[in-house]
């Protein structure tokens, strides 16, 4: 019997405000047989919106390539302003195995889609994760360093030359960065002031480039519409790094400033493993199993 191939993608766009614009991208992914829309969600701040499908691969390209192509026609770059850094109308596809392929089939699926975006489209695309075709772009921060307006002044220098296009931005969609990544978990703390800054020095602390937590990404948001700040962040490996550990850490950060985290939350989905571990630390478990989750035995 032939193994179910289930290929996740989970792709960033430059619009959280614009509801109906968003609803005619995310029906692209609704009208593309052999994939499942499983989630997706916009913030009005960050001015983006994450979409998470599965499907097997041929699938998820063709979604994805579709998604790409009504935002192109629909975001304007240049009328674009949001608090999250971004360098398109489609800031970012990840592609991540789940079942059934290796890796190597995601990265070259990516690649594939990366070729099809610039031919077809015009966007100028990058490689990035484990698709990257130059160490230093595995990171996705360096290559939207300086963001949309950055990238416009510097794309024509060589170092940040794309890996599929010519040296220049699309005139209203940017550019596009595509990659192969395992499941990482979008976590944000929310925090009881309206000075950034102080989430600004919490996000530096915590963040793997700064010295602090491995795999761990993470940058100051001011949530302008609720006078708060948020500590934004990427877990890149949530076994390394569990949730409770950055959200402990940020709690006793915070409080040398006497400001309280007044919220959490997840951005997309998140593997089921990752609340366990939250559960099974605060509750201080004492030899806990997965199978003692009602939902997991009767699986």
């Not at 100051?220 to 948020?230: D, N």
């Amino acid at each position: 019997m032939t193994q179910t191939q289930i290929v996740q993608c989970v792709p960033n766009i430059s619009e959280g405000r614009r509801l109906d614009v968003v609803e005619k991208i995310v029906d692209q992914v609704r009208q593309t047989e052999g994939v499942q829309l499983l989630d997706y969600s916009s913030d009005h701040d960050h001015n983006r919106t994450v979409i998470t499908y599965v499907g097997n691969l041929a699938s998820v390209q063709e979604a994805s390539f579709r998604l790409t192509q009504e935002a192109v026609r629909l975001i304007n770059m240049e009328e674009h302003q949001g608090a999250h850094p971004r360098i398109g109308a489609v800031d970012v596809i990840p592609f991540i195995p789940i079942e059934g392929l290796t890796m190597k089939e995601c990265v070259e699926g990516a690649t594939a889609l990366a070729k099809r975006i610039n031919h077809e489209l015009k966007v100028p695309t990058y490689l990035y994760g484990e698709a990257a075709t130059k160490i230093v772009r595995k990171n996705l921060s360096t290559i939207r360093k300086g963001n949309y307006e950055g990238l416009k002044g510097s794309i024509q220098e060589e170092a940040r030359h794309p890996d599929f296009g010519e040296p220049k931005m699309h005139e209203t969609a940017g550019a596009t960065v595509v990659g192969a990544r395992m499941p990482l978990v979008a976590f944000n703390v929310n925090l009881g002031t309206s000075k950034k800054e102080i989430a600004d020095i919490i996000a530096r602390n915590v963040r793997e480039r700064n010295g602090g937590f491995k795999n761990v990404k993470g940058m100051g948001v001011a949530l302008e519409e609720r006078g708060e700040v948020q500590v934004s962040m990427n877990l890149e490996d949530y076994q390394s790094t569990p949730i409770y550990r950055v959200l402990e850490t940020i709690r006793r950060e915070a409080a040398r400033y006497g400001v309280p985290v007044v919220g959490t939350e997840l951005i997309g989905l998140v593997p089921q493993q990752a609340l366990l571990d939250v559960a099974n630390w605060y509750l201080q478990l004492e030899g806990f199993d997965s199978n003692q989750v009602l939902e997991n035995r009767l699986r």
